[in-house]
């Protein structure tokens, strides 16, 4: 298995700019999330998911938009870059025991 | 108010002793889970350690154990025996409710420094 991929590892933007990061498990796990860290702060959840065609906004969903067409696939959209959003972000996936697996994280700047 | 708060930003302990990581939480609802992940400097989240709020008995994975007090809402971890390779942040998490399985809040840390 590979776990949760993330993609891609790192990437600048320009201010207005849109684009979207990429997660997958394979893992088959029902439950997915988004969370960002930012400079010296715990993760903070950004949107998730309980399953295929079900997302629900976490503590800071502004400027993002997800979906969840497929069990392992739950791209992050970023609608038009600002430089408040650079960040760590963390995709994660889980079942309903207590560990939630992470990828390896995407580090965005946004300039 | 902030659903987990740790309140020391770093931390310093000599090798192969017992550290003592703070972390409380704020909640109402009756079922919870307090987890604690290391994250070293290579930025991966590595899970440690699950208390449920319906537990008895303190988790306990090898060297860490968390102290869980319900009425102070405390779930302080503990590393015995202090290694080099666990220095890192380390972070405290609460996930609420019996059905928001991946709805997790996360304190600030607390980075943790071993000294040889």
Redo the contacts between chains.
């Keep these: 298995n590979a776990g949760v991929t993330q993609t891609p590892k790192f990437q600048v933007l320009k201010t207005g700019q849109s684009m979207t990061l990429q997660c997958a498990q394979d893992m088959n796990h029902?439950?997915?999330?988004w969370?960002r860290q930012d400079p010296?702060?715990?993760?903070?959840?950004i949107h998730?998911?309980?399953g295929a065609g079900i997302t629900d906004q976490?503590?800071v969903p502004n400027g993002y938009n997800v979906s969840r067409s497929t069990t392992e696939d739950f791209p992050l959209r970023l609608l038009s870059a600002a430089p408040s959003q650079t960040s760590?972000y963390?995709c994660?996936?889980?079942?309903?025991g207590?560990?939630?697996y992470?990828g390896?994280?995407t580090r965005l700047t946004v300039t | 108010a902030q659903k987990?708060t740790?309140t020391q930003p770093g931390m310093f302990v000599q090798e192969k002793e017992a550290v003592t990581l703070d972390c409380t939480y704020d909640t109402s609802d009756p079922s919870y889970?307090l987890?604690w992940y290391k994250q070293p400097s290579s930025?991966?989240?590595i899970?440690l350690i699950?208390q449920?709020s319906y537990d008895q008995q303190n988790a306990t994975e090898g060297r860490y154990s968390l102290n869980f007090q319900k009425a102070r809402k405390s779930a302080n971890l503990v590393i015995s025996a202090s290694q080099l390779g666990d220095s890192a942040m380390y972070?405290c998490?609460m996930r609420e409710g019996s059905g928001n399985?991946?709805?997790?809040?996360?304190?600030?840390?607390t980075k943790l420094n071993v000294k040889p």
């Design positions: 029902e439950y997915m999330s969370y010296g702060m715990g993760l903070r959840l998730y998911s309980v976490g503590e760590v963390f994660a996936s889980g079942t309903q207590p560990e939630q992470f390896p994280g | 987990i740790q889970g987890f930025g991966e989240m899970f699950y449920g972070f998490a399985f991946n709805k997790f809040y996360f304190g600030s840390g």
